[in-house]
């Protein structure tokens, strides 16, 4: 199946839904088990390409095996809009494994309904206070948390907590509504609840937990003596990549299968979710089809997080900056393929913590050869968004262990420079290269308008940005010398010559780091 498919022809294949199930090629897998007899169970906030591609395919292999009630109401709070997508597909829509070559096909059930919260909140409460939920799974990006990257802590200038605090009752932010959806269970059935995060942010169930009981405690009617008694946040950590869906994606499908679905979803093979055993009420037993439940996440998620998400940042921002559209194509380069590997091997892999059952070293080889799939489009641009929410697990902690023994950080602060330079690059005086989305994308652009050029100057005004930098690292001599050094090289003529200089000599590189071009 190629990228580049034909147009398709004038008449409009019929879009898929329950009726079109018995009538579809026979390679493609269908859902296994009654759909008519699912109940909902578990709802989901952020129905985007991941969930679609991860926690929906657990429960829908749980269905398959294990048939209960753990159907997904899925339910967005922000863009996309569902109802014409997954709404009109009655929940269904088509599963791609794409390996290089390789396609398999294969429709999902567990989705039974969707719901659009985006105006207002009430549609989403109205499901998530309702007594058939018992788990709340969400994948809300790292912003949606509405928390202080550096710390953790509750945002409590963040706009949408400003007001969501002056008005409880009619939140939109994700801490606004849960906390809003907590308190409407204790005023009715009271039943318990687990809160899921499946975002990557590092110990994604204990910042969940901080947000909402920061937002409940301010409430200050006994709701966070209520959660701690009948709400249980387990960290987790989720893994498959599965880019945007693209027009591209859903032609495909079209050509190769005959039927039209609007919300298809690609991804590779590899899919992993580690959950900490710490639940509320029932759960969905997903450690049957392949999760797995553990006391303790931290060591996977450190694992997943600085070597797979590390590797993914870096080629994103070393990627653009040498004229790389996808992951793959970044890999594809020798160069940066050596780079990132070097990276991962030397620096971030002393900082890991011993992992059951996993080699770290087999690890990083196997996250690289991951993310060589050509079949996976996944664009430099789109892994390079809220950087600024995601360098501090990828990068920035990794950085602080090394610092913390004295360990060289060399390669590490490289792809921090790289995201500087990104959005550096997306401003008025560098020329707007290209769009950029990060929350602090403005302020960035804002420094180097006032700034210029000068690398010192920029990395001084840029590492002061708290939220990002804590303290301690912003004041090492060290990390701010590795951080003006990749300035200086990677906003110049020629970012690439300053990646091959320091792949080449880690150690060299900041005493002889080529000169700026004009
Ligand atoms: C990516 C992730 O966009 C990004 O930030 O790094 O979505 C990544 O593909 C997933 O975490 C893989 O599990």
């Known amino acids: 199946m190629g990228d580049r498919s034909e147009p398709v022809s004038a008449v409009r294949a019929e879009s898929l839904g329950p009726a079109l199930l018995s009538c579809l090629p026979s390679e493609v897998r269908k859902p296994a088990y009654d759909r008519a007899a699912m109940r909902p169970g578990i709802a989901h906030i952020g129905v985007g390409a991941f969930h679609r591609c991860h926690q929906a395919e657990y429960t829908d292999d749980l269905l398959a095996n294990h048939f209960d009630r753990w159907g997904l109401v899925g339910i967005n709070i922000r863009p996309p809009l569902l109802a014409e997508t997954l709404g009109r597909q009655h929940g269904l829509y088509t599963r791609l494994i794409r390996q290089n070559d390789e396609v398999e096909a294969r429709i999902i059930g567990s989705i039974i309904r969707v719901i659009d919260s985006q105006g207002s909140a009430r549609p ?77 942010i590092p110990t994604n169930g204990i910042i969940l937990g ?91 998620e450190h694992l997943k997080m600085r070597v797979l998400n590390g590797a993914q940042t870096t080629l994103s921002y070393l990627g653009v900056l040498g004229g790389f559209e996808h992951t ?70 990794p950085i602080r262990d090394r610092l913390a023994k004295g360990d060289n950080i ?69 990390f701010r010398a590795n951080v003006v050094a990749g300035l200086d090289g990677l906003l110049s003529d020629d970012p690439m010559a300053f990646v091959r200089h320091v792949r080449a000599d880690p150690i060299d590189a900041r005493l002889k780091r080529p000169a700026r071009s004009a």
């Open 124 to 200: 989403a409460l109205e499901v998530l206070a309702s007594s058939d939920i018992e788990m709340v799974t969400m994948t809300v990006t790292e912003k949606g948390y509405c928390h202080v990257p550096s710390n953790g802590a509750l945002d409590l200038d963040h706009p949408d907590i400003v007001h969501d605090l002056a008005n409880p009752q009619a939140p939109r932010s994700v801490p606004g509504i849960l906390a809003r959806a907590l308190e409407l269970r204790t005023g009715s059935h009271g039943r318990p609840v687990t809160l899921l995060s499946c975002d990557n």
């Open 210 to 300: 901080n947000v909402v009981r920061a937002f409940a405690e301010r409430r200050g009617n006994g709701l966070v003596d209520w959660i701690a008694s009948n709400v249980t946040f387990p960290s987790a950590m989720v893994d498959r990549i599965a880019p945007a869906t693209t027009e591209v994606d859903i032609a495909a499908v079209e050509k190769r299968f005959g039927y039209r679905d609007s919300a298809v979803v690609v991804g590779e093979r590899f899919r992993q979710w580690v959950i900490e055993d710490r639940f509320a009420g029932r759960v969905p037993r997903w450690d049957l089809v392949g999760a797995t439940f553990v006391n303790d996440v931290t060591p996977f």
């Open 328 to 397: 793959s194509d970044a890999m594809a380069d020798p160069l940066l393929a050596g780079f990132a590997r070097r990276m991962l091997m030397e620096e971030t892999l002393p900082t890991l913590m011993p992992v059951p059952g996993i080699s770290p070293a087999a690890y990083v080889e196997q996250s690289l050869a991951r993310l060589t799939n050509t079949a996976i489009r996944h664009r430099n641009h789109q892994i390079a968004t809220d950087g600024s929410q995601k360098i501090v697990q990828r990068l920035l902690n």
């Open 410 to 478: 060399t390669l590490l602060s490289v792809p921090v420079a790289g995201w500087m330079a990104y959005l550096i690059k997306a401003s008025a005086r560098f020329g707007r290269a290209w769009q950029v989305s990060d929350p602090f994308a403005e302020k960035i652009a804002e420094i180097a308008d006032r700034v210029g050029a000068d690398s010192k100057e920029l990395a001084n005004a840029i590492l002061a940005i708290n939220a990002i930098f804590d303290r301690s690292l912003a004041a090492s001599d060290m």
